[in-house]
């Protein structure tokens, strides 16, 4: 898998918009982006991904630059219970068969 | 929903014991994952089984092995587990054409 470089950590006031950045420079063109979140205690959920196109889901909003080389999930209300550590991945094809690679991902704390 | 279980939230095992972690879904997900989660380290594939009887070495499979004897348990074996093998271990599946991994809450083993 391609590597991927998020922020550690972000904070979040409950209500807003949480945007969380992902940069991919060396993706090549049959790799997807992928994101993850894991609460904490909890095994990692799926959220969202993506090939080139904006994706938009009842969990959040994936916005990849056109050259492809970052991207950006939106939780557009952010909750408490969005506090997890989000993770962004770059793999190929189209398919769960092929395994997962977490970095260290980006720790959002939503604050009331 | 996709449930996927693990025997086990906490497990505390000597050095030399032999482990046993089980892990059944009952989606008939045909793709089976075992992983390990490490700070700093990310989440690492042990390893993987696309079928019932089928099995595949992931990236960390030393001192692990594999039993999927039916399609909804994946067996992971530590056969003679040492301290370095303290973690959160992770079972996922997926179907085979599927885009989202599905995890279980993890087991989190400690090896004195």
């Known amino acids: 898998d391609a590597k991927t470089t998020q922020p550690t950590s972000m904070d979040c006031a409950e209500g807003r918009a949480a945007n969380l950045p992902c940069n991919h420079s060396?993706?090549?063109?049959?790799?997807?982006v992928y994101w993850y979140r894991q609460i904490h205690s909890q095994g990692p959920q799926y959220i969202i991904h993506g090939l080139k196109n904006n994706e938009t889901n009842e969990m959040a909003s994936l916005i990849i630059t056109e050259d492809r080389k970052s991207s950006t999930l939106i939780l557009p209300h952010a909750t408490l219970r969005d506090t997890a550590v989000y993770y962004c991945i770059v793999r190929e094809g189209n398919n769960a068969g092929n395994m997962l690679t977490f970095g260290g991902g980006t720790r959002l704390m939503v604050k009331p | 929903d996709v449930k996927v279980t693990q025997s086990s939230r906490y497990l505390v095992k000597r050095t030399g014991e032999k482990v046993f972690l089980e892990c059944v879904q009952d989606m008939d997900h045909e793709n089976m994952f075992w992983y390990r989660q490490d700070p700093g380290l990310g989440l690492r594939l042990i390893y993987f089984s696309y079928d019932v009887k089928m099995k595949e070495k992931g990236d960390i499979p030393e001192g692990y092995s594999v039993s999927r004897e039916k399609k909804e348990r994946f067996s992971l074996i530590l056969e003679s587990a040492s301290t370095n093998q303290t973690s959160m271990y992770l079972c996922?599946?997926?179907?085979?054409?599927?885009?989202?991994?599905?995890f279980g809450p993890g087991t989190r083993l400690t090896v004195l």
């Open positions: 060396t993706i090549s063109g049959n790799e997807y």
């Open positions: 996922a599946s997926s179907m085979s054409s599927g885009n989202e991994q599905f």
